[in-house]
């Protein structure tokens, strides 16, 4: 895999992260980062199921802790994935300068 994979998975990683923060299910995340940072779903999903390989006791809590009390409204969602976007991509930024 060469860097710039590396790297786009990595932000996919860093983004669903977020999502997990925002207690956002794996289909919302799905839809989100599709529709909000145009990443494929399918992408999305891989990563996600590696995610869960990878810890497994985490998912296992966090599924069954979910309510939909916790969860953000659209327009929360949208603004929340656009800054980290704009926040991953000048730290990129920052990094290929240092």
């Known amino acids: ?34 529709k909000h940072a145009n990443i494929k779903p399918v992408i999305t999903s891989t990563v996600w199921t590696e995610l869960e390989k990878e810890n497994k006791g985490f998912f296992e809590a966090y599924s069954q802790s979910q309510t939909k009390d916790d969860r953000m409204s659209e327009t929360e969602t949208s603004e929340m994935i656009q800054k980290m976007i704009s926040d991953h991509c000048s730290k990129d930024s920052d990094d290929l300068h240092a």
């Open 1 to 34: 895999m060469d860097d710039s994979s590396a790297s786009y998975i990595h932000m996919v990683q860093h983004l669903i992260e977020k999502c997990l923060i925002f207690h956002m299910t794996k289909e919302e995340c799905m839809e989100a980062l599709s």
